[in-house]
């Protein structure tokens, strides 16, 4: 039995970040659609995320969860680096 396309196994690969090691696993081109960061997420490390995913694939949407000042609730908008967000 041949395998093609989606069906093809995908492999792991390991690699160390920050003294941690981290598990992969290879996804096809155009798996992934969105990310979203979390209130609580690294400004800086979000900052470069967004910027090589901007490079990579121009056709990821990045976002960011936001509290709502008017209610107990929590929304996702747009992403804004940290430059965009000095600017206004």
């Known amino acids: ?6 069906a093809r196994p995908r492999s ?5 970040a920050k003294e941690r090691t981290l598990h992969i696993y290879s996804l096809p ?3 992934i659609s969105g990310v979203y960061f979390g209130i609580r997420a690294d400004s800086v490390d979000a900052d470069g995320i967004a910027a090589h995913l ?3 694939d121009p056709s990821i949407s990045v976002f960011e969860y936001v509290l ?3 209610a107990f609730s929590v929304g996702a908008q747009p992403y804004m ?7 206004g």
Do not use: C
Not at 12 to 16: F, L, P
Not at 81 to 87: C, I, M, N, Q
């Open 1 to 6: 039995m041949t395998l093609t396309g989606r």
């Open 29 to 31: 081109s155009g798996s």
């Open 54 to 56: 901007a490079k990579a």
């Open 68 to 70: 709502d000042d008017g």
């Open 81 to 87: 680096s940290l430059s965009e967000w000095v600017r």
């Open 12 to 16: 792991w690969s390991t690699v160390k």
